[in-house]
């Protein structure tokens, strides 16, 4: 699971809810989402199919339908400023995709029909992709335009809303390693970190856990290991980092040690799953049976 393109032209819907779930912290297949909804590949899927699915995980997808543009941006941008996600069918109902944050006049997108996924529009731009055009069947030739959003609005308080801004989509964007694994990240951090809350007050981030026990950590994966790029895993450790910053994970200060412990085994079986490690302490003796009589 990750942030990465769709892999056919039909499963754009299931890919697009997948990305609102995870902006919401719900960590979810693509894959899952198709057999739920019921997605086709003649079809693709419709917002009754991805309501459906919504529900099965906690959510509800709704439909705001505007016809004028300032409206429609307006509505836009009311749910976003919430933290809400938000499906828009665009390029005349045919392809499915997800707002996450409207910052300085643009708007980020998470498309799976963009190689990098993580797209930056303008206004002009992401209306020229959303407007749907409808003739009318009364008035011959009468054509009016159709705004419709559909924010994905979850049944619970969310504990950890991914906070997107500019530069961190931008920086996602150049980062593919990271966005492809993006849930894999996640899922670790939720394993380990709490979420910010007003109600712990002794807790630190988790860049500020970095300055402190990142070197330590490093210098004892290489000696241990022996021929590890130290730059490569202090990747890991910035990935790490920009994730937890993206939802606001910390720890806890009675969680410190235990934190240690977890982020550098991480670090340890990605450093042996990337560069290999010899026999420690030799082979396993094994004890021959005796055979029975």
Not at 243 to 272: C, Q
Request: proline share 4%.
């Amino acid at each position: 699971m990750g942030i990465y393109p769709q892999p056919n032209l039909w499963q754009c819907g299931p890919f697009a809810l997948k990305h609102a779930l995870v902006a919401l912290g719900i960590l979810k297949d693509e894959r899952d989402i198709s057999r739920v909804a019921g997605t086709h590949w003649w079809h693709g899927t419709d917002e009754i199919q991805l309501g459906r699915a919504a529900r099965k995980y906690g959510c509800d997808l709704l439909l705001v339908r505007r016809y004028d543009a300032d409206r429609a941006k307006r509505a836009l941008a009311a749910y976003l400023k919430r933290g809400v996600p938000v499906l828009l069918c665009v390029e005349e109902w045919s392809h499915w995709l997800t707002v996450v944050k409207y910052d300085s006049s643009r708007f980020i997108l998470l498309d799976s029909r963009v190689p990098t996924v993580v797209d930056i529009a303008t206004w002009p731009q992401l209306k020229r992709r959303w407007v749907f055009h409808e003739e009318d069947e009364l008035e011959d030739g009468d054509v009016r335009t159709l705004y419709d959003l559909h924010p994905v609005v979850p049944r619970f308080r969310p504990t950890s809303k991914a906070q997107f801004s500019l530069a961190r989509a931008r920086a996602l964007r150049k980062n593919r390693r990271l966005a492809e694994r993006w849930d894999d990240y996640l899922g670790d951090l939720l394993a380990i970190c709490r979420p910010r809350t007003s109600r712990i007050s002794k807790a630190i981030s988790l860049g500020e856990f970095i300055r402190r026990h990142g070197a330590m950590m490093l210098e004892s994966i290489d000696y241990w290991h022996g021929s590890v790029e130290v730059r490569s895993v202090r990747q890991i450790l910035n990935n790490l980092h920009f994730v937890a910053d993206t939802y606001g994970l910390i720890i806890h200060e009675d969680d410190e040690k235990r934190a240690i412990a977890s982020i550098t085994a991480l670090l340890t079986l990605w450093t042996a799953a990337e560069f290999g490690v010899r026999q420690v302490y030799g082979p396993r003796e094994v004890k021959k049976r005796r055979k029975r009589r």
